[in-house]
Every structure is written in C-alpha cells, then in structure tokens.
C-alpha cells in the first residue's frame, strides 16, 4: 500500500499487486470544485551570489501565470537537512484563485540537492541558506512571476533563523511576512543546554560557548539584529509549550 501526492494532486492511496506489477486505487483526498488542470507546476533555479543553483518549485492557476507578474507567497525552511515535502494542500486553494503563486524556495541546509546540500547551509555555512533565500526572491521578481510590491514569505520553526536575518538585511524585500513559531533568538536558546534538543543540536547551529560559534550565531540572530528601518506586515505565531522553540523567542 503506498500514497501519493504533489502540489497538483490531491492524497491518493493505492494497492500495489507486485507479482502483476498492477495499481489499484483505493481512495483520495475529497477536493470539492477542483480541477487540477486549471493549474500548473514549473521548477525553476535562481542563481546563487556564489554561483549555486537554488531550486524552486511553483503552483499557480493557468491564467494567473498568463496575465504576468502576481501577487507571490515564497516558503523556505532550510534546516536540519530536511526536505520539504511538495504537498498538495487545500488551505492553498483560495489563495491560488484569489490570483497568488505559491514558491517553495529549495535553499540550501535541506537536503534537496543530496548531503552537501545540508552541510553548505549550516553552522558556519548557515548564511548562505540566507543569501539563497535573497536570491530566490529577487529572481522571482526579476523573471516576472512576482510583483514586487505584493511578494510574501512564509517559513516556520528553524526556518525563523533564516528569513529572519534576511529580514534585518533587506527589509524592503518582502511585503508580509508569516513566521509560525520561529527560531530567531538562538544565542539565547542554544546556551541553555537544560532546554529540550540543545546540547544535539551543536552540529546544526554551533555551541555559543565556542568563541567563533558565537560570532558567527551573533551576526545571524535576527533578534540581536533589529534596526531601526521600516520592516514589512509580521504575522508571528508563538506556542506556550512548544519544546524547540520557546515562546518568548516569537514574542
């Protein structure tokens, strides 16, 4: 038994009959009023300041994408090696008919791109993750597929380090911005080894009692970088009992 999905497809089950080599459908997600051929996915890369290829991939209604540049949710995460899964999500739908493009930004600290993929975006290494994410949103806009003055990002957890410092450095990047429980604080939380995953997470963000873990921490932390400059609409989410990131960092 096996499941598929994809930005187009809605979670479908399957039998698979492996002497007839043979699948059978079993169920799938129940979308109302959806038709996934008035929509379309591309795959793109935007170019690295270093020369990396990022990848990202995007869903859209047919006709938004014929009508030029729109209004542009970007998503990253970028952390701890992981994949973000191209899901099919109906929460997705209103805001791809009301007009948007929906981006996953493949920056570098997953694993999209194999193992190296994840070490070239962590530790010491971690503000390239942060430089893709710029390059991924300038590219969008210089390649018509976004608006710049309706161009978004959405990230969530570890991915708070990431578009946070890139919020510090170019705030005129993005128009809103959603951070859901974000990891912005992290010289504060990485030296409490008495919180919940710390002391196995040194490999990912660095120990802050090392001096150049510090330094290095101390120019990303997006909460020890405010500045007094215009920043774009902020929706942070917090949670009283989330065990990684905890509430006061989002506050």
Request: charged share 20%; hydrophobic share 40%.
């Amino acid at each position: 038994r096996l499941g598929f999905t994809s930005f187009l497809t809605p979670v479908t089950y399957y039998n698979y009959d492996l002497d007839r080599r043979h699948l059978t459908p079993l169920c799938a997600e129940t979308v109302p009023d959806y038709d996934p051929a008035d929509f379309a996915v591309e795959r793109i890369h935007a170019p690295a300041p270093d020369g990396a290829a990022i990848p990202l991939t995007l869903v859209f209604r047919r006709e938004v994408r014929a009508r030029g540049p729109a209004p542009l949710l970007l998503f990253a995460y970028g952390a701890y090696g992981t994949n973000m899964p191209l899901f099919f999500d109906q929460a997705r739908l209103p805001l791809l008919n009301r007009g948007f493009i929906f981006a996953m930004a493949h920056v570098r600290g997953g694993s999209e791109c194999g193992t190296a993929w994840h070490h070239t975006g962590r530790r010491w290494a971690k503000p390239n993750s942060v430089a893709d994410l710029i390059a991924a949103a300038e590219h969008l806009v210089d390649t018509g597929y976004a608006r710049r003055d309706a161009l978004c990002a959405e990230t969530l957890s570890a991915g708070g380090l990431m578009l946070g410092a890139a919020l510090n450095r170019r705030p005129d990047l993005f128009a809103a911005v959603i951070a859901r429980e974000p990891f912005v604080d992290p010289l504060t939380t990485m030296a409490d080894p008495n919180l919940p995953l710390v002391c196995n997470e040194y490999g990912e963000w660095g120990d802050p009692r090392r001096r150049e873990d510090w330094d290095n921490l101390r120019a990303l932390s997006p909460y020890d970088n405010i500045t007094d400059q215009p920043y774009p609409a902020l929706l942070a989410t917090a949670a009283f009992h989330d065990s990684q990131v905890p509430y006061w960092e989002p506050a």
